[in-house]
């Protein structure tokens, strides 16, 4: 990376930086500039059991707590935080490298007293770190700086997650191949972003930004938007994931019903995409 784009990408992080950490305070907010993600939530949920079933025979026991979720960019802990209530799963791990808007994601979970509790199930570690881990945890890092889990005890996370965050990015193939590192094999990544498209430029940029003020001005760069076919492209060149495995799902803010799944929408809006770990 040549000096200037070093200083440009540093720069772009400092402005999301700065963006993010103005809307910390109202992001549990179900009214306010976070609305659109508190509504896209029942999605996630439904998108990642979708994979889940898909790739598990019999499915997962959705009551046998022994998911472990890395939840990357995970900003106020919306979906952590929903992820952790979830019967089937043994531990959420939350990371952010912005420290105010992950003090609004530790305060609020600080609201809920089952989020503190243990599993039985809490992961790798001495069993008395396991006993002493809250289902729900968070740290104030980036992925790059996470500590690799340890191969030889079959560490890692069963589903890593990522929002609404890689169009946000500098070097998204980068944190991409980064997060294969943190995922056991045959465990999924799970990520929505949303389609390089003129269609997309009016929704998001035009309409949601400008018109209607649905969500705060800045939040999108559009030249950031990723296609799928770009992303897959990325996972079969670095040859760690299981492509066949690759599942996609377009979905389209409908007013006054909220989310909802449009066959072919991946093509020009929002999506989610998961894939396999080889």
Not at 127 to 147: A, G, H, K, V
Request: net charge negative; aromatic share 8%; charged share 20%.
């Amino acid at each position: 990376m040549t000096d200037n784009a070093a200083a440009s990408a540093q720069k772009d992080t400092a402005q999301q930086h700065a963006h993010f950490s103005a809307l910390a305070s109202s992001w549990w907010d179900p009214h306010g500039p976070s609305r659109l993600l508190h509504l896209m939530n029942p999605m996630r949920h439904q998108f990642i059991n979708t994979c889940l079933e898909s790739a598990t025979f019999p499915p997962p026991d959705p009551t046998t707590a022994s998911q472990h979720y890395l939840d990357i960019g995970c900003g106020g802990g919306i979906f952590a935080e929903s992820a952790a209530r979830l019967s089937g799963t043994a531990s959420v791990l939350g990371v952010d490298p912005n420290p105010e808007v992950l003090q609004v994601a530790r305060e609020h979970a600080k609201r809920d007293p089952f989020l503190t509790l243990p599993t039985s199930n809490a992961g790798a570690g001495t069993e008395e770190q396991r006993s002493q881990r809250p289902r729900l945890r968070y740290l104030n890092t980036t992925l790059e700086d996470l500590p690799l889990p340890n191969p030889t005890e079959s560490d890692g996370f069963d589903v890593v997650t990522l929002f609404e965050v890689i169009e946000h990015l500098p070097h998204p193939a980068q944190t991409l191949d980064s997060i294969s590192q943190h995922i056991k094999p045959g465990g999924w990544m799970i990520l929505s972003t949303i389609a390089r498209t003129w269609t997309s430029w009016a929704t998001t940029k035009v309409v949601a930004e400008d018109l209607l003020g649905m969500v705060p001005r800045g939040t999108h760069d559009w030249e950031k938007y990723l296609n799928w076919s770009e992303i897959q492209e990325w996972l079969r060149g670095s040859g760690k994931w299981n492509m066949q495995s690759s599942r996609v799902m377009g979905v389209v803010y409908v007013p006054g019903l909220g989310w909802k799944e449009v066959p072919r929408s991946e093509d020009y809006g929002n999506y989610f995409l998961g894939v396999r770990k080889s």
